[in-house]
């Protein structure tokens, strides 16, 4: 009788899923104090601290870069339905799920209740797709291993196995997943200022999706995303708004009518300081009916017309040094095809040859802003390299 009872419950909720209010995306409040990194610390408080009155700052900025600087940061919100709560003798009957990098395995939909109401849900953590020895400098475009490249990244994914990277790292999971910066900032002011600038300015941040990176000034005061200098971002263009922001009752930034092509031209806004940018392009053209032929000539013009737009972004951004812009393989194929006369290196072999595309911004474009203060004149234009797969190999030739 009870398992019947749930089973109504359910059918209730589910039929009335459409018409209850999610909660609006949480957000910074209008009025804020004063910034901590503006107030200057207390002497009397570090007047004991032999870290921060032996050490010159340049030093405390080395351990504190070593603790949880130079490293790749997820950042991730989604509404999501509360955990299962099971009792004792439930926990015994139902199967674990392999338990995932930081915690991944948590946001299965099998372990999730969705008889609660769904709520907004932070996740965050160091990215463990690359091997530990992976230089965190820029690797030359192209040239490393594919499944290291940021539009495969899987780190989030709670439907893979546990993945093998992980356990190369060293410490002991979950805490070795995380970054763990909160204690340190809470100790004193001087802590804090010294500590948040290592947080921002040293780590690159690996972005979900493209309406997360539209509303970061909603999420992060703007001292900090001015701090940012390095991103990875990726950005369906062709699917209907995120479900995640679908139902936000005040969409304050517009996203359920904008296109999310239009969507590129806030980010100097969003991301003033930006030095190094990976933007990974998904779903270029899968709405697209009839779907053009791969390696055709308007296949590559539509692409083109996504470039264009890509190009007015990057000439606005006036801190940007390197930007890599990521396509489908079936995109980057076709280019490759018009523009070497060759398809691409299917196979990848130990003798790699580096897949990548140089692309000139043109001098002068429609959706260049007129302004010439705002134009950055230091890059004249941009890596293209493969991203995500979306189609299959072609097959391997007979033996003759």
């Given at each position: 009788m009870e398992r019947f009872r749930g089973y109504l419950e359910r059918l209730t909720l589910n039929g009335r899923s459409k018409?209850?209010?999610l909660p609006a995306m949480p957000s910074l409040p209008d009025d804020r104090p004063q910034p901590l990194a503006a107030i200057s610390p207390l002497p009397t408080a570090t007047a004991n601290s032999k870290f921060f009155k032996s050490l010159p700052s340049e030093i405390r900025r080395r351990i504190l870069i070593e603790a949880f600087g130079e490293r790749i940061l997820h950042l991730d919100l989604r509404l999501?339905?509360?955990?299962?709560?099971?009792?004792?003798?439930?926990?015994e009957l139902v199967k674990p799920r392999p338990e995932r990098h930081a915690n991944a395995h948590l946001f299965h939909p099998s372990l999730r209740d969705t008889t609660k109401a769904q709520e907004w849900t932070w996740w965050s953590c160091v990215c463990h797709s690359r091997f530990p020895?992976?230089?965190?400098?820029q690797d030359p475009p192209g040239v490393k291993i594919f499944g290291e490249e940021p539009a495969k990244d899987g780190c989030r994914d709670p439907f893979m196995l546990p993945r093998c990277l992980c356990v190369l790292y060293p410490g002991h999971a979950p805490a070795k997943c995380f970054i763990g910066v909160q204690g340190w900032l809470l100790v004193c002011r001087q802590a804090y200022i010294e500590g948040v600038d290592v947080l921002y300015s040293t780590n690159r941040f690996h972005i979900a999706y493209a309406e997360l990176a539209i509303c970061l000034p909603r999420l992060l005061p703007m001292q900090h995303?001015?701090?940012?200098?390095?991103a990875e971002l990726s950005w369906n263009l062709t699917l209907p708004p995120s479900e995640?922001?679908?139902w936000d009752a005040d969409d304050k930034d517009g996203l359920q009518s904008c296109d999310r092509l239009a969507l590129l031209a806030r980010l100097p806004q969003i991301l003033p300081n930006l030095r190094y940018l990976y933007l990974s392009l998904q779903d270029v053209l899968r709405m697209r009916q009839p779907m053009l032929a791969i390696g055709g000539h308007e296949m590559y013009e539509e692409i083109e017309?996504?470039?264009?737009?890509?190009?007015?972004?990057?000439?606005?951004?006036?801190?940007?040094?390197?930007?890599?812009?990521?396509?489908?393989?079936?995109?980057?194929?076709?280019?490759?095809?018009?523009?070497k006369g060759r398809d691409i290196d299917w196979r990848r072999g130990t003798d790699l040859d580096p897949e990548t595309l140089w692309r000139n911004i043109p001098t002068s474009t429609s959706d260049a802003p007129t302004d010439l203060?705002?134009?950055?004149?230091s890059i004249n234009g941009y890596w293209i390299v493969h991203g995500v797969e979306d189609m299959y190999p072609p097959p391997l030739p007979e033996a003759v």
């Open positions: 018409e209850r209010k999501e339905h509360p955990l299962k709560k099971y009792s004792k003798k439930d926990r020895n992976w230089n965190f400098n995303l001015s701090a940012i200098t390095a995640y922001f679908r017309e996504v470039l264009r737009k890509v190009d007015a972004m990057i000439v606005r951004m006036s801190q940007l040094q390197e930007c890599r812009v990521a396509l489908p393989l079936s995109l980057y194929s076709t280019r490759k095809l018009v523009e203060t705002t134009v950055n004149q």
